[in-house]
T-cell receptor, first 113, second 113 residues
Framework: KAGVTQTPRYLIKTRGQQVTLSCSPI?????VSWYQQTPGQGLQFLFE???????NKGNFPGRFSGRQFSNSRSEMNVSTLELGDSALYLC????????????FGPGTRLTVT | DQQVKQNSPSLSVQEGRISILNCDYT??????FLWYKKYPAEGPTFLIS?????DKNEDGRFTVFLNKSAKHLSLHIVPSQPGDSAVYFC????????????FGGGTRLMVKP
């Protein structure tokens, strides 16, 4: 089975721009979560989607948003980028929300200049 | 407010010996705990998990111990191998909270040949 895939792997953007990151979960997995990893804050939960619905959202500003499609693929969007948004963005999937083990993709490294 | 803490940022162990990685949590609502291993430029890889109804779970060279009264868990790796060198994260989840992991800050394990 193919693992979680994320595109693009690397991205450089300028302050004020917006960015969209994509995640394809493991086949058959319907729950997708997003996390941000930074040196200062570590790994932090962004949001979780299941059946095209956002189930949970972490403590991030409204500039961070996401969605899930009917095929379980997910995208996250960050608008009005700030330097502090530079991070590794990780997507994780699991079969459903009650299945606690999540499987992570390789991440998208976003650099904001 | 760090609800999951890994107080040792790094640990160095000789090949063949035991590696013990520790994790403390403060939120008594956490009831499922996981360990992930992460190599640079890759997403975290799930290692082993434990439910709060157990105090021990084994999988090959990896054993996780949970002490609920002390709000403490540990990961034992026996015997340690150079390929185990990575950053290890403990994570916690709350029942019925979906897939919303709270991560510790990580411990960098170095296994010396």
């Amino acid at each position: 089975k193919a693992g979680v895939t994320q595109t693009p792997r690397y991205l450089i953007k300028t302050r004020g721009q917006q960015v969209t990151l994509s995640c394809s979960p493991i086949s058959g997995h319907r729950s997708v979560s997003w996390y941000q990893q930074t040196p200062g804050q570590g790994l932090q939960f962004l949001f979780e989607y299941f059946s095209e619905t956002q189930r949970n959202k972490g403590n991030f500003p409204g500039r961070f948003s996401g969605r899930q499609f009917s095929n379980s693929r997910s995208e996250m969007n960050v608008s009005t980028l700030e330097l502090g948004d530079s991070a590794l963005y990780l997507c994780a999937s699991s079969p459903h929300p009650g299945y606690y083990e999540q499987y992570f993709g390789p991440g998208t490294r976003l650099t904001v200049t | 407010d760090q609800q999951v803490k890994q107080n040792s940022p790094s640990l160095s162990v000789q090949e063949g010996r035991i590696s013990i990685l520790n994790c403390d949590y403060t939120n008594s609502m956490f009831d499922y705990f996981l360990w992930y291993k992460k190599y640079p430029a890759e997403g975290p890889t799930f290692l082993i998990s434990i439910s709060s109804i157990k105090d021990k779970n084994e999988d090959g060279r990896f054993t996780v111990f949970l002490n609920k009264s002390a709000k403490h868990l540990s990961l034992h790796i026996v015997p340690s191998q150079p390929g185990d060198s990575a950053v290890y994260f403990c994570a916690a989840n709350r029942i019925n909270a979906g897939n919303m992991l709270t991560f510790g800050g990580g411990t960098r394990l170095m296994v010396k040949p």
